[in-house]
């Protein structure tokens, strides 16, 4: 089915997991299929109880209900007659998300695991064109937010374009081991970490680095320097990146277009301390978030613990205990504060723990559901391969 118009902007969450890539475990994989035949065998037995008499009797046989012999056609065309809800899937692949902009700019958040799926689909969109343009904003370096690159369809194309932002650390990141913007790679991490390099990738990439976070006293890479004060434009559209608190050097970023809003903000903690020199830049980081945040259409941001396993009190699935403050990432108890506080629209919690399993992300999410059905502010978690018009 081909999708409707862009108006404003289109946006698709590639990869929301957090930490490191995932595949459901054999546990989680059964509890989906039980909950999705469970769904299933209600709509069949209202089914079969529409046909009963008044004492609960049929007068018919199987192949009556069926509508056929009881064979792989039959019974595939009576299931086709029932559209159970799809019990939720969050996906396994790290922070990835496409903006597609009304005025045909193609817009990617983060290059992590999930990058390769986007990638791929890019390609498909584009087709024969024989120029391609793709906007690669990074939020920080660390490996799942970087990890999907070198494995990336739009890398091996020269019709490509890559425009690539971030602060230093995150360009330093893709480059060290690729040399994409340098052409150098260190011999000592030739081949560690990736057999790929610039030289298998013809596609064209141009670094873009927004600010210094840090004092850096290594040369800088062959890019242009944006200041971080000032918005980037790309038609229509505002892009403005703001400093957020983790351990590394951190972006969000607001995009705009026509009024419409979307906060992306993966990777920022906000810490419940008084005593720390970090507790107050994480206090000033997150009144930047809300000054930028507050009554946005939709934001995606991290809340991969509770406020318990944050503080050590719990683990988390299977692990125990252990206090995870200074780790860099937020509570799913202040995210919800936040949306509330801040009347945004609609809020996409992302960056899940991989070691919550999907029966408690789904009992998590279900909680959340029945909460927000009492507002005008829908509050969820997020999922890979969902799609948000606005």
């Known amino acids: 089915m081909t999708p409707p118009p862009i108006q404003h902007f289109r946006v698709t969450l590639y990869g929301t997991q957090g930490s490191g890539s995932i595949f459901p475990s054999r546990a989680e994989r059964l509890a989906y299929q039980r909950r999705a035949d469970h769904d299933l065998l209600a709509l069949v037995f209202q089914d079969i109880a529409s046909h009963a008499d008044r004492a609960g009797r049929l007068s018919c046989t199987v192949e009556d209900l069926l509508g056929g012999p009881i064979d792989h056609p039959t019974l595939t065309a009576y299931a086709s007659r029932f559209a159970p809800p799809e019990p939720r899937v969050y996906g396994g692949w790290t922070t990835c998300v496409l903006v597609e902009t009304g005025d045909g700019y193609d817009i990617v958040l983060d290059c992590g695991s ?19 343009h793709l906007y690669l904003f990074g939020s920080h370096s660390h490996l799942d937010h970087t990890e999907g690159f070198d494995q990336a369809a739009v890398c091996f194309d020269p019709r490509n374009h890559l425009h690539i932002y971030g602060n230093r650390q995150f360009l330093r990141a893709l480059d060290f081991n690729l040399g994409i913007f340098s052409h150098e790679v260190a011999r000592e991490v030739q081949g560690v970490q990736t057999p790929i390099f610039f030289g298998v990738m013809p596609a ?35 892009i403005t990146p703001f400093a957020v608190h983790h351990p590394a050097p951190c972006l969000a970023y607001r995009i705009e277009n026509a009024g419409r809003v979307f906060v992306f903000c993966t990777d920022h903690e906000l810490r419940h301390g008084d005593s720390q020199p970090d507790d107050r830049r994480s206090r000033e980081a997150e009144e930047r978030l809300i000054a930028h945040a507050t009554g946005a259409d939709l934001l995606y941001r991290d809340g991969q613990y509770l406020r318990a396993e944050y503080d050590g009190m719990m683990g988390i699935g299977g692990s125990g205990p252990v206090p995870r403050v200074g780790w860099g990432h937020s509570c799913i108890e202040d995210v919800i504060d936040m949306a509330n506080a801040c009347r945004i629209r609609h809020t996409l919690i992302g960056h899940h723990d991989p070691n919550r399993d999907w029966s408690e992300r789904n009992w998590l999410d279900e909680s959340m559901a029945r909460r927000g059905s009492q507002t005008a502010h829908a509050i969820e978690f997020a999922r890979a391969e969902t799609v948000y018009d606005l």
Do not use: M
């Open 204 to 238: 064209h990439f141009e670094a873009y680095e927004i600010g210094s976070a840090e004092p850096d006293d290594r040369p800088p890479l062959h890019s242009v320097l944006h200041d971080p004060a000032e918005p980037i434009r790309l038609g229509a559209t505002t």
């Open 114 to 132: 999930g990058f390769r799926n986007c990638a791929r689909d890019l390609q498909a969109k584009w087709g024969a064109r024989p120029e391609r």
